[in-house]
């Protein structure tokens, strides 16, 4: 069994590794402190490397390549800031959903902006009583003189504010009220339609430089052009996005698990106490061992989730575990990282603080940790209670 990479990945990797260390990581601290997204480095960013044609076909612009390409992308990013990689993670993502289940003339109008870097997209699932439990959605899209019409409220959407956004696939109830079955529809949403309006950017913990807003739909009318996939596959087309997401993360909470890494290693070898460098005591290499133990590990079941996809047999179980051991290991590392650090770790300019930040949402988004317990539970055959 083979567990490395090919001379292309590790060509692609070296390039992101050395963009993200010569434009990104001087910027990062300045860009988390002002919560602002910079869209004009996105944009830099896949002018100079292409990183989110990665995943679509060639006719949209795209490379063709797989999951596991991206995820090296996502991983290398993330490794110097977390943010910026979520906003790649999200676009593509959605991306994905677009180029499995849209129409040719929505992949033709979306896809090529995505692919390009001077588009992004967002996907709303999340509302503010419902994320991971999606029977609970109350967003809905009714049928009115030929038109479908939403109303409706989403919550904590990334993506969905920016400049450069140019579409928000929407997941809304379909069912009549009062049905017996909670049936569900994805929309695209183009930014700028009449009724769909982006609220205040929220005031975040962590990734802080992302974009993310609530979105509120006062009667968005739109055709049957709209429709993503067909009438009622709109629970099962967000699951699928959702084993995107879950490949993803898993991949940017290991390059943050892996930044903790550097900077556990950088600071050991300079800082001194005691008359030596505190890399020679053997309870700072105790947690610098540990950290990187949950890095090679993490990794490894990461790699194996984007390997699966690619190979057409992704599952629940072996995404959740990804999801799950990457989002806890990432937050184990941040926390020892900081304790590396000592008292410069509590402050803000030193990046585990960041990091520490930022990977308290991992083990939240795409499906909380809790979530993934009950759905590798559920995989094992036990009888698992979704409520």
């Known amino acids: 069994m083979d567990f490395g990479l090919s001379a292309e990945r590790r060509a692609i990797q070296a390039s992101v590794r050395e963009w993200a260390a010569r434009e990104l990581a001087p910027r990062a601290y300045d860009l988390d402190r002002d919560a602002r997204f910079p869209a004009e480095l996105y944009q830099k960013c896949n002018r100079d490397l292409g990183v989110a044609s990665m995943p679509f076909p060639d006719r949209y612009g795209g490379m063709g390549l797989g999951m596991l390409d991206m995820a090296i992308v996502i991983e290398e990013l993330a490794r110097v800031d977390q943010s910026f ?18 129409t040719e003339p929505q992949k033709e109008r979306f896809l090529p902006g995505i692919a390009a870097g001077t588009a992004i997209a967002a996907g709303a699932g999340t509302e503010p009583q419902a994320g991971s439990w999606t029977a609970g959605f109350k967003t809905r899209a009714e049928r009115q003189g030929g038109e479908w019409v939403i109303t409706g409220e989403k919550a904590f959407i990334t993506n969905c504010g920016t400049d450069i956004t140019s579409v928000v696939a929407v997941c809304a109830v379909t069912s009549a009220p009062g049905a017996p079955t ?5 929309f695209l949403v183009p930014r700028g339609t009449p009724g769909m309006e982006v609220g205040a950017s929220y005031d975040k913990l962590g990734w802080r430089s992302s974009d993310t807003h609530p979105i509120y739909f006062d009667n968005v009318r739109l055709g049957d052009d709209a429709l993503l996939g067909t ?23 290991v390059g943050l698990a892996q930044g903790c890494l550097d900077h556990a290693i950088a600071y050991a070898k300079e800082r001194e106490a005691f008359g030596r460098r505190i890399g020679g005591f053997q309870l700072v290499q105790k947690m610098v061992a540990d950290i990187a133990v949950k890095v090679e590990t993490a990794r490894l079941i990461a790699r194996k989730a984007a390997w699966a996809y690619d190979s057409g047999t992704p599952d629940d179980y072996t995404m959740s575990i990804s999801k799950y051991y990457c989002a806890e290991i990432a937050s184990e590392c941040a926390d020892l990282a900081i304790q590396v650090h000592g008292g410069s770790g509590f402050m803000n300019e030193s990046p585990p603080s960041r990091y520490w930040r930022d990977t308290r949402i991992v083990r939240i988004g795409d499906g909380t940790s809790q979530i993934q317990v009950l759905l590798i539970a559920k995989a094992l055959g036990l009888d698992v209670d979704f409520g």
């Open 85 to 102: 990689a979520l906003t790649l993670m999200v676009s593509v993502a959605a991306g994905k959903m677009v180029d499995a289940f849209g």
């Open 182 to 186: 909670h049936q569900m529809t994805m």
């Open 231 to 253: 009438l009622g596959q709109g629970r099962y087309i967000l699951h699928k996005g959702y084993h995107n997401g879950r490949i993803l993360i898993s991949a940017l909470a």
